[in-house]
Nanobody, 120 residues
Framework: QLQLVESGGGLVQPGGSLRLSCAAS????????VGWFRQAPGKEREGISC????????HYADSEKGRFTISRDNAKNTVYLQMNSLKPEDTAVYYC?????????????WGQGTQVTVSS
């Protein structure tokens, strides 16, 4: 069974940090580009970041540049999202998704999501 499992979400104060993990099982994650997405209540899902298969190329949405860092450890079949300087507007369910193509244009495997809440 092809599966992605996110972890690391939780409640954090504004200005705090969280590190999300996306662990793959049932398939070799190194064969996929991986993206992080999020969806806040009442809003559409948006792309946050993407990392290429070998980690050599990354992309961030403008609002996340300088605050978030995506990385991957293919030996552990895991992708990470380090989130710093968190803001209340970062509150959302965060999903990772794997794309067998060059980058994160059409992910085919999605995780179940992890809740991130930024609040004082």
């Amino acid at each position: 069974q092809l599966q992605l499992v996110e972890s690391g979400g939780g409640l954090v104060q504004p200005g705090g940090s969280l590190r999300l993990s996306c662990a793959a099982s049932g398939f070799p994650l190194h064969s996929y580009a991986v993206g992080w997405f999020r969806q806040a209540p009442g809003k559409e899902r948006e792309g946050i970041s993407c990392i290429s298969k070998n980690g050599g190329r990354t992309h961030y949405a403008d609002s996340e540049k300088g605050r978030f860092t995506i990385s991957r450890d293919n030996a552990k079949n895991t992708v990470y999202l380090q989130m710093n300087s968190l803001k209340p507007e970062d509150t959302a369910v965060y999903y990772c998704a794997a794309d067998p193509h060059l980058f994160c244009s059409d992910p085919v495997i999605w995780g179940q999501g992890t809740q991130v809440t930024v609040s004082s």
